[in-house]
C-alpha cells in the first residue's frame, strides 16, 4: 500500500467537507446505514468486472473503492479531504491514494481504464474543470462513470410518507442550485451541502470535454424489507448513472 501524496488546492467546497469528514466516514462506513447498500449491487454490475487501472475520484472513506477492488480493479483512491483518503487506507480500500483536488489530480495523461465519480461532482463548485481533467487521466478506450441524485429527486420531495405519496417539484427544475440540508438516522447526523444541476448542465460538460454519453441507467433500491423505506423510489428515480467515453480525437 503507498502512503497517500499530497496535491490539494482549497476548492469552494473544501472547507465544509473538511468539516463533516468525521460525520461522513461513519454515516458511509456503517455498513446498511446509507441507501448506497441498497444500490450496490446493481452499480457493481453496471460498472462491470475488470482488471485494468480505476480512480476512485472523490472516495470518501472508501466503500467504492473497496467495491471496485472486490470486482477485480486495481484501484486508486483520491480525495479532497486529507481524513477521507486516511480513513480510505485504514480500511486497505485501494492499493493507491492521494489527496488532491479533483480539478488538479496527480496522474499522468491517459493513466486509468476506469474513472469513477460516484455522488461527487454534485459537491464539486467547478463542474467543468473537473470533468476536463477527468476525461485527461482516462485512456482513449477507457471509461468514465458518473453516479449523481437524480436531478429532477433533486428538485422535489414526497408530499408524505405513504407509498403512494405524489412527488412534488419544487421552484424550477432548471439550472443551478446550491443547496444545504441535515439528515438524523440511527443517532448519526450528516450535514451536506453541494450544487444541484440540470441534467443539461452535467451533460454539457461532458460535451465540452470531449466525452460522449454511452449508457445512462435510473437505478431503483433492491426490493427487501431491510429497504422497506426506499421503495418509493421505485416510482421516482433517487440516482441518475451514466457512463461517458472520449471522442476519437
Same mark, same amino acid.
Given at each position: 500500500?503507498?502512503?497517500?501524496?499530497?496535491? @490539494?488546492?482549497?476548492?469552494?467546497?473544501?472547507?465544509?467537507?473538511?468539516?463533516?469528514?468525521?460525520?461522513?466516514?461513519?454515516?458511509?462506513?456503517?455498513?446498511?446505514? $446509507?441507501?448506497?447498500?441498497? #444500490?450496490?449491487?446493481? @452499480?457493481?454490475?453496471?460498472?462491470?468486472?475488470?482488471?485494468? %487501472?480505476?480512480?476512485?475520484?472523490?472516495?470518501?472513506?472508501?466503500?467504492?473503492? %473497496?467495491?471496485?477492488?472486490?470486482?477485480? #480493479?486495481?484501484?486508486?483512491?483520491? $480525495?479532497?479531504?486529507?481524513?477521507?483518503?486516511?480513513?480510505?487506507?485504514?480500511?486497505?480500500?485501494?492499493?493507491? #491514494?492521494?489527496?488532491?483536488?479533483?480539478?488538479?489530480?496527480?496522474?499522468s495523461n491517459e493513466h486509468f481504464d476506469l474513472v469513477v465519480a460516484y455522488n461527487v461532482l454534485m459537491d464539486v463548485a467547478n463542474l467543468t474543470a473537473a470533468v476536463k481533467e477527468l476525461k485527461r487521466v482516462l485512456r482513449s478506450t477507457g471509461q468514465l462513470m458518473i453516479s449523481i441524485v437524480h436531478p429532477f429527486a433533486d428538485r422535489g420531495q414526497f408530499a408524505n410518507t405513504a407509498p403512494d405519496a405524489a412527488f412534488v417539484l419544487q421552484g424550477t427544475y432548471f439550472g443551478e442550485q446550491r443547496f444545504e440540508g441535515a439528515e438524523e438516522r440511527n443517532g448519526l447526523k450528516m450535514d451536506f451541502a453541494g450544487w444541484s444541476r440540470s441534467l443539461e448542465i452535467y451533460a454539457t460538460a461532458l460535451e465540452k470535454a470531449g466525452l460522449a454519453i454511452t449508457s445512462i441507467r435510473e437505478p431503483v433500491p433492491t426490493e427487501s424489507d431491510q429497504w422497506a423505506a426506499l421503495r418509493k423510489w421505485t416510482r421516482v428515480p433517487l440516482f441518475l448513472w451514466l457512463k461517458a467515453r472520449p471522442l476519437a480525437r
Open positions: 500500500m503507498t502512503k497517500p501524496t499530497d496535491n @490539494l488546492r482549497v476548492a469552494p467546497d473544501h472547507e465544509h467537507w473538511s468539516r463533516v469528514a468525521h460525520q461522513w466516514i461513519e454515516w458511509a462506513g456503517t455498513p446498511n446505514h $446509507d441507501v448506497y447498500w441498497a #444500490y450496490r449491487e446493481s @452499480l457493481a454490475a453496471f460498472i462491470g468486472p475488470g482488471n485494468g %487501472r480505476a480512480l476512485d475520484a472523490g472516495c470518501g472513506e472508501g466503500r467504492v473503492s %473497496r467495491d471496485l477492488r472486490s470486482i477485480g #480493479y486495481h484501484v486508486t483512491a483520491s $480525495d479532497t479531504v486529507a481524513a477521507m483518503v486516511e480513513a480510505a487506507a485504514r480500511t486497505d480500500s485501494a492499493h493507491e #491514494y492521494a489527496v488532491a483536488d479533483m480539478a488538479s489530480l496527480p496522474f
